[in-house]
């Protein structure tokens, strides 16, 4: 098994790890670093719960290889609950019912982190194409539409 | 157990999901993130192969690779190698035969997931393929070859339902129709895949930590397979990512082989499965071809209805028998028919077993009969609405078992408000819509719900729970029925949270182990707030009178008069204490605060020809679907579902929404895109890739109403809500697509190929050179 040095900051902590080269950044962050928030679904890229930020984008970390992350940042669902408690889309989620089983919801809100990221202000539409790649089984998706259109309008008071 | 005309706390109130937090966070530990020192990984040899008999396993090779621990067949089963929740006709490790592409013959310990996939690799199985049967039909015939030795035609099982006079029925109508509609096998796609580990605990014990709906089967299970007794077998439900009854009836056969694993090793063996090999080994809906003749006046009045059901089984019975008993009672709706037939045959083939799935054989007769009440509209001339509010059972009317419903005011009300809030009157529209693009069209169905199991399920129908008031007021509460997502949790803490008068964050649901409750049967059959609750209810009322008792003494009371309101328990003259306060009085004075509480459902009856009241209680609901059928992709588009329930009390509306926006689109997924090709028993849709799940985008706008009429059953007069809520919903989107285009859809999924193809053909018959 072909091994390789990396080095890749994780939820603002630097990691230098030698890992295989056919490590996904997915394994990496779950049986490696024990971050498992981030949760192993259909580990071919159509499900979204896989979800992190690499570098300021949401991608499904099942299908990029550690080492390609080599150098990044990543942002896990873990990250987001700081010092001060949960971040607004979390709380959102919370109050809005848009949890159910729980098993696509740390994807979810981390393409909706990127989202919101991009655009403070999205439009249902902007928010739909936004969650089309994150596949909830449960909510049937209209308190997850609900919970980011709550965390925008919070997030946008907070700046003000 | 009714509190009729109080002020609730939290009944009725939308509580916070009280497992929200660690799911947002990501703290929420799930079986596959849990891990034990010397874990091993357990895999499954699938059969790869569709019908065939074994002739030779060599596992030598497989045993010989350094990292493997075990490797194990049916012969290494030290109790009987037969499951299954009924008839046991399902080996948990194939000997003799294979017979669907997800058996499993052979299981592998090893230290790391390569390991044992290399080692499932090295297995070497000899086969002689035999001929497949694909469909029912084909194993009825006569030259069939027998898939399970003691079940000649290859029947499973049948059933049959008989009311009134079927040929004096039809001789009343005045107008008749027939329909045949074939429905499809689909996927539950839970968003957790099977999950769990089985370790050896203490001396000649087994416990068992799994995502699963029923910790009671995969116990009786594994003490039958094991051949241990069920006081050496300890099952805990973790946190479950979804389930829709596709974790009811299969742990019983995955979870036990790694209990297997175990015990062969000494060690802890954790499942690993991937998505593709869940989605071919797993059970999935009953696939059914239904034939349904109905007959009616001229005025729109049932006289009569005819119905054969033939389903496929798959390879092994599983849960067949309730869910065509279910389909069977429901055949014919929530309409008044005097004279009823109807047939069940459910035939096995060679597809993974077709067992528990949400609705439980309900939506596949909701197609057929409410697809067949709109062919009998357009016959008859009639709005599809007036002819359901022409025969909806009313109070004092009886369902095609004999069912007499004496409160069912609510089913009628659900047509009315779903109707009127859709604007029906104003937008439905029987006309065909000619050279346009889009075409838009407008369907309801209407659908009763027996709660939980009913008459053929009754010796299961009982459940338990263990209610402790701590010594600072804190109140723990065990039940034997789980949360899968659909908030079972939250319900019953607000359940439990309601009887003592306190508020919601005092109370601690545990996590579901075995050994806290007795047998509280499984969480199906949308029964947990009910079962479980009254159970809590039981429970809660033994302590409260104790402590009543206490606080009577303590604040000079009458003990009638000592009330539990607020966190506070009061008494005459303006006294009081807080709950907190008295429960540690009590603990000073070594009173015992907990209990056991049981509830066991009411009995039902339903004799060979169908008939008794089949379950103690129903639910009701309609839902009506409007869409846009685009004519040149085929593609539809489901702008909106109006949604009424008549649920008895609304426990949690922010979570019976969401209940009823999850079932629509499970449900939208079903009748039009979700599609496993398996016609050849090889399953080309094994990944979601090639299995198509609706996304957010082809999630429609919902509305969803409420229509309370407290039942004397349910706690706090709650009723069933988890499996209606998807019930009704395909009937209604085939019906409005079939309106749309003017054509009735007839075969599941309505794919935008199958709209293509029915509206070129239709084109083509009108066009005339």
């Known amino acids: ?160 | 157990m009714d509190m009729e005309g109080q002020n609730y706390i939290t009944v009725g109130l939308p509580l916070a999901r009280v497992d929200a937090r660690g799911k947002v966070t990501g703290e929420t530990r799930f079986a596959t993130d849990l891990s034990m020192p010397g874990m091993l990984w357990g895999a499954f040899k699938l059969a790869g192969v569709v019908h065939a008999r074994i002739k030779a396993i060599d596992t030598t090779k497989a045993k010989a690779l350094k990292g493997v621990q075990a490797v194990l067949t049916a012969a290494d089963i030290p109790g009987v190698n037969q499951v299954g929740p009924i008839i046991k006709d399902q080996p948990i490790l194939a000997s003799d035969k294979v017979r669907h592409v997800g058996d499993v013959v052979a299981l592998v310990a090893a230290q790391t997931p390569d390991i044992a996939y290399q080692a499932l690799e090295l297995i070497q199985v000899d086969y002689e393929e035999l001929p497949p049967i694909l469909t029912p039909q084909d194993g009825l015939l006569e030259e069939a070859p027998l898939l399970h030795a003691d079940k000649p035609g290859n029947i499973c099982l049948r059933m049959k339902l008989r009311r009134g006079d079927i040929v004096e029925g039809f001789r009343q109508a005045d107008q008749e129709i027939e329909d045949t509609f074939t429905t499809s096998r689909q996927e539950h796609c839970y968003l957790e895949p099977m999950a769990g580990i089985a370790f050896p605990e203490g001396v000649g014990s087994l416990a068992i930590y799994g995502s699963l709906q029923c910790p009671f089967y995969v116990q009786k299970a594994a003490s039958d397979i094991l051949g241990l007794p069920l006081n050496r077998v300890r099952v805990v439900q973790t946190p479950t990512g979804g389930g829709f009854g596709g974790k009811e009836d299969t742990p019983s056969e995955i979870y036990v082989r790694l209990a297997l694993l175990a015990r062969a090793t000494g060690r802890p063996v954790k499942l690993l499965l991937s998505r593709r090999e869940d989605i071919l080994t797993t059970s999935k809906r009953h696939p059914m071809k239904i034939k349904i003749r109905l007959g009616a006046t001229a005025q729109g009045k049932l006289t009569a209805a005819q119905v054969a059901v033939v389903a496929d089984c798959g390879a092994y019975a599983t849960i067949s028998p309730p869910v065509l008993f279910r389909a069977t009672a429901h055949a014919v709706g929530p309409y008044r028919i005097p004279n009823v037939h109807v047939d069940t045959t459910g035939v096995y083939t060679n597809h993974p077993p077709s067992g528990a799935y949400r609705g439980f054989g309900q939506p596949q007769m909701a197609v057929a009969m409410e697809g067949a009440l709109d062919h009998l509209a357009q016959r008859l001339n009639m709005d599809p609405l007036d002819l359901r509010l022409t025969n909806v059972l009313t109070p004092g009317d009886c369902t095609c078992t004999g069912a007499v419903l004496e409160n069912c005011q609510d089913l009628k009300q659900t047509i009315e408000v779903a109707a009127k809030s859709a604007g029906w009157r104003q937008k439905y529209r029987k006309v065909p819509q000619l050279h346009k693009r889009y075409l838009r069209g407008m369907g309801m169905a209407v659908i009763h719900y027996g709660n939980s199991l009913g008459a053929k399920g009754w010796h299961l129908d009982a459940a338990g729970a263990l209610v402790q008031v701590h010594a600072d007021g804190s109140i723990s509460v065990g039940v034997g029925n789980i949360d899968m997502g659909q908030g079972a949790n939250t319900v019953l803490t607000q359940i439990a949270a309601e009887a003592f008068g306190v508020s919601p964050t005092n109370v601690n649901i545990l996590e579901v182990d075995t050994t806290r409750v007795p047998d509280s049967g499984p969480t199906v059959a949308s029964r947990t707030t009910t079962l479980s609750g009254n159970a809590i209810l039981d429970a809660a009322a033994k302590i409260k009178s104790t402590l009543a008792a206490v606080a009577a003494e303590h604040l000079s009371t009458p003990v009638v008069q000592v009330r539990f309101e607020h966190d506070q328990v009061l008494g005459a003259a303006g006294r009081s204490i807080s709950f907190q306060k008295l429960a540690q009085l009590a603990y000073e004075q070594n009173i015992h605060l907990a209990a056991q509480g049981w509830w066991v459902a009411p009995y039902s009856s339903f004799d060979e020809n169908g008939q008794g009241n089949a379950y103690y209680e129903y639910s009701y609901a309609t839902h009506i679907a409007e869409v846009t059928v685009d004519v040149v992709t085929g593609v539809v588009r489901v702008d909106k579902v109006t949604a009424a329930h008549a649920i008895g009390r609304v426990i949690n509306p922010v979570a019976a929404e969401g209940q009823v926006q999850g079932g629509i689109v499970q449900g939208l997924g079903y009748a039009l895109t979700e599609d496993l090709r398996d016609y050849t028993g090889y399953i080309q849709g094994n990944s979601f890739a090639t299995y198509i799940l609706p996304t957010c985008l082809e999630a429609p706008q919902i509305e969803v109403h409420f229509v309370e009429n407290p039942s004397v059953h349910g706690p706090f007069g709650a009723k069933s809500l988890g499996e209606p809520a998807l019930i009704p919903a395909p009937a209604a989107v085939i019906n409005a697509v079939s309106n749309a285009i003017s054509w009735r859809m007839h075969a599941l999924p309505v794919s935008a190929e199958s709209i293509k193809l029915t509206l070129d053909a239709a084109a083509r018959d009108t066009v005339r050179l």
Do not use: W
Not at chain 1, 20 to 49: N, Q, S
Not at chain 1, 85 to 104: E, K, L, N, R, S
């Open chain 1, 1 to 160: 098994m072909c091994k390789i040095n990396i080095t890749i900051t994780v939820n603002n902590v630097v990691y230098h790890e030698q890992v295989p080269v056919t490590m996904t950044l997915l394994d990496f962050l779950r049986e490696r670093l024990g971050l498992t928030g981030t949760k192993a679904v259909c580990r071919e890229g159509e499900c979204g719960a896989c979800t992190v930020i690499l570098n300021g984008q949401a991608v499904n970390s099942c299908l990029i290889l550690v080492a390609q992350a080599h150098g990044s940042q990543v942002l896990t669902i873990e990250g987001l609950t700081g010092t001060r408690g949960d971040h607004p889309i979390q709380q959102a989620f919370i109050d809005a019912g848009a949890v159910q089983c729980g098993y696509c919801t740390p994807g979810m809100i981390m393409a909706s982190k990127a989202l919101l990221d991009q655009y403070p202000q999205p439009t249902e539409e902007q928010i739909r194409q936004a969650l089309s790649g994150n596949i909830c089984r449960c909510t049937g998706y209209t308190k997850i539409i609900a919970a980011v259109e709550q965390a925008a309008k919070m997030l946008t008071e907070e700046r003000s």
